[in-house]
């Protein structure tokens, strides 16, 4: 699956730390194998590729610098993904001969949800019923299964209200509102050197989004800064919050991932991969300011369709030379890493049934990352594909070279890039094993970093702190770290002994950081010592860490806390170099590419992807490739057709027992040239009169480059129609409830 | 370890296929992680990287193509695997002041022994005694342990001539003679089409051997045509065979593979990577023609010093766009299969005892693949070493293009070679995953398909039979077929697993020759089931298959059996588009350059490698790299220091103990200019005087673009001097006997 995003941070991102497997990772707040679940492992593939992180996840607010961007020369039909106040109506009335008017757009904006969960979704109910995909609830229905109760086997349908259960750490935002604060971050930023830029924009941006939610409930608002245009542009995002989403509908497996990793990304598909949430508050369902009515009527190939949601992250405006580092650097490493933790967790669940199931998130995020990464390398290294971003950036730089007074505004960006790469290339390794990436897909790893850090860093006055440990954010990540919810020590294990094995393996077993990291005994000595030691896996013994401050931290004796300790000064130092030398620096070069592209091709621009709200209009229709086309729909009878008995093609049973009664003909699946990404995954497919027609959840192979550039001729999206979702609620799950909400105009 | 080869079809190559994990396999012969170990997979480094295979073995003899060729324009000081009767006299006379005459020659080329498990060897005492590395017998060692006597961990030592074990499968040749039979080869091939030249080659050359070996004992002498300088020179080589090589003396793990996969490719180094054989035969030890005499007087830094061994397979003479190809396409797809079945072994090696000892085999070999392979793809990724081979090409074809009369002879095979690539590309997956590469690390899918196609092909008259089934090689296969080795159910499924399903992932789910393979259950399920299921681990099953014939494999039961009789006739299809498609016209345009190359540079040129004997000179001697020397030798002092106790840092416990009897100045291990490359471990380091005085184990890291260019500023071998393993030999293993022996001149 392409469109899921991952939990993502919506408190502000220093909660949120890179880890091995390229999840933003949380400390707390979902269930173990979750940090490695399938939406947080689709942002990995959208890391930018030059990854001027700060050790946050950096791909928005404080630290998003390299993969915001502009649209290179002009957008082309049907690309781009539009933020609501800067919507092309006069394009897309050009290319779709229909355009949503001011009101179409306010009403699908307050529709629009985003979930914590890395996803997208929208209000379908007058009672706060949700629409989002099966993969984006799959953690919460493992968080809420145990080895004797597999709802992922099962599914999950509650029968009334008071059955719907509560998804733990996930929440659901609405935007209300946008405001222009560029002028006050540039202003603080006026006169700082590149190597303080960092620094300097975050403490501006921590400032502004804790003035702006003064005086609101922070249980129910939020306020982000959001650098857009590479920051040719800030904007202050405010939310109103629902923290109590709760489970109404999710089908088995077999039906929501029917095909497995085989199909995903691909096309024709037969995936139900659609699932209800519900929004609660003050113990009542959420009576939304509006909704998405729901229509059962198919787009016929051609028609208009939209797509509001929230694009996790896209890198199309990495300068040829940031694009090679990736190809030649960036993506094989971390591809090679994920391919051993891909076999490591294969092996591992090849052993049981509950080795199976506990590593069923793990391995649902593994496989689509590794999936989606290798279609940015297979993008990256074909030569043609190559050859338009460098035919891009020549017209460029020639147009800038054309205008002298631009030339000696902006000086040599280019340059000054490709040298800082050669700083990101020697420090690559370093900065992604002791501190991007430390820790790999170990929950407990990371609750114990962002516990000592967090009491280092109370410690001293704000604006000394590293980036991300604002007092918001840090009351935010308290809430998160005492969520309770399971750990698998053995995935636990897994993820230490490949982080501290590469670790040794690219730094070297004499690099004196990698000799504290392994303390004398061998890597795999280590971790199952760390995995099976450490306590953090109980909420109070986290409780008092935290409530004892530095000084409990100090104090500690749990062997995961002392392992931080002993090793946190390397990994601060590296991020701190990275800051300085990588990120301050990418950040001062790209803000002056972002001037020249505004200055030559004005302003019709859409920017790169920030997890933040957009909308891609499009058309359903299927596509051709190798002589073959490819029709733009699939329907019901076409998945009994297709299954074969045998995983991942195997029919849920519910769906075999339910075959007579359902309407082969059903449209299933539908394709449309909607521009999406990772973090699109649950949001509404939208026809012209405003009403959901379907739930995106995924793209085909040709959009794996979509990172990188959009190529309308086979770039699709992929989403599960309402027809379908309607026919399954009704004769395969017998939620005629649900229905009928569904129905109610 | 860079330099061990792999258990190499020392018989006719037809008896060995490819494997998924780049492995060159035997159906029998060496026990079952022996075809995951070491050597082998040292070997998959080598494989031509536009692998025109024929589901064979193709680095040398009949299929041999593509890494067979000429030096660049004319080759660099100390650069070059010479063959010994085209040594460069004047050339290494004015390099080193000093070059080896005709008597010296003779005497280093019978004392050279080459192992059939992929090593280089040589004769050191008057009664057969055999110098190699620890890791060439490694896999020996584990064939003669089991889970109650760990012979690895213990380390192997033969008090008496009755105490010697005989390591199944393996035997060692001696040169005896070459004959150059190019006229006769070039005749059979003239006016073939290139569709069926690799048919009317395999043919002529396995004609060519027979009559060669006719009335020679074949317990005692073998023949094989070697095809040389891409096809620009077929040659006859005659060699006196041992079949009982019995292991002497072997250490233990961990002072044979002190450093583990880290140190692995690095200097310095602190390794006792030596093991004795001797050859037996006719129940007493070997007499050889004649011997190495054994000097611990260690080469000073700038002395000459030779290496005579068996390079297994460089592909220096690839054209760009085959190195370009290498570079996106092979290395790429099998580095990543490579790291999921490296993360497989590695979590199933941490589940206990047991595993971690029957999998360490298949570990070493996987290890030192990767990082080989790994070294690879950063040579070719890297700018300036692309650029260097670029040039080069310019510069011929340049040459060429100079030269009408030439340029009209020869057309343009580069274009071919382009034209080709499409279809190699097109036809690349199915290939590795349908034939050169199925069933991975499983040893008896490999032993199945190998009955099955003996079966079916001695149906056939000879010019009828595919590639590699004459009569003789059929002959050899069956030897090896029934030779009992243990076999491990947990790395057979793994193996299984792995293959089925990265062939469903490459070559999708609805390809039918994938459907056919899982025969509609879970990859998982298909492996469990083959690997639980098969009796082919059972000497006598094999027996009564190979007995039977056609009608025996047909009416078989054991469902492996079955399973290649469901599978093969897809298999075979690709097999001989791909020999038709790719392998003809790839060696026809190969052997275009190869004209033209001897043409515009004469001939004071080296063959590529091909795992026969070749003799390279240069001088012990360190080298600089960003700005740091690296000393040419270390200490046995140096081991102690280095020692951390923490695996695989981990003191031998045998060494600890010897410690105050050892003198820590001993030169332990020693680098040197040496042109090598995977097939050379074990082979004799050699003063001017002829003695030996260490025996080659691995190269440096910056010897891993060898494959395709040597760079002598910095690429260097890595051995382990004769005084080291004298010294350890007195004071560690009490092994006093064999000192003395070696002693004896």
Redesign the interface.
Known sequence: MVVGAGPLPLSPPAHWTLRQDGACFAPRGRRAPAFAGITKEMFAMKMPSDAPTTGQCAWFGLAAVAMIGLAPLSAKAEEGMWTFENFPTARAQADLGWAPDAGWLQRVQSSAVRLSSGCSASFVSGSGLVLTNWHCVSDCVASLSSARNDLAAKGFLARTLAEEKTCPGVSGDVLLSTADVTARVNAALDGVSPAERATARANVISAIEEEACTGKDNQKYRCDVVSLYRGGRYSLYTYRTYKDMRLSFAPETAAGFF?G???NFNFPRFALDAAFLRAWEDGRPVTPVTHLPWSTTVPAQGDPVLVAGNPGSTQRLLTVRQLAFTR?WLL?TR???R??????????R??GREQRRSGEAASFGIENSWKAQ?GQ?RAL?DPEFFAIKQREEADLRARVAADPELAAEIGDPWADIEAILVRQQALFYRHDFLEARAGSISELYGVARQIVRMAAEAEKPAAQRIPGYSDTAMRSARTRLLEVTPVYRDLE??GL??WL?KA??YL??DDPAV?TL?G???A??QATRLATGTRLNEARVRRALLDGGQAAVLASTDPMIRFVLANDAAAREIAAQWRREVVGPTDAAAQKIATARFRVYGDALYPDATFTLRLSYGRAMGWSAQGQDVPYVTTIGGLFQRA??????NLAPSWASARGRLDPVTPFNIVSTNDIIGGNSGSPLINRNGEVVGAVFDGNIHSLGGDFAYDGRTNRSVSVTTAAITEALRHVYGADHLVTELAAR
Chains 1, 2 share one sequence.
């Not at 074969?644 to 093609?649: D, I, L, V």
Request: aromatic fraction near 6%; charged fraction near 20%; hydrophobic fraction near 35%.
């Open positions: 095909g990793d085989p199909d030649d094989p591809q090679l890493v391919s051993e933790l891909r076999g490591m967790i294969a092996q591992y090849s052993l290798n390398m290294m294990r897994i002994t490949l094995t040794q393996e070297g077993a000799r392994l004398n005994v061998s795999v000595e074969t008995g045998a995983y991942p093609f």
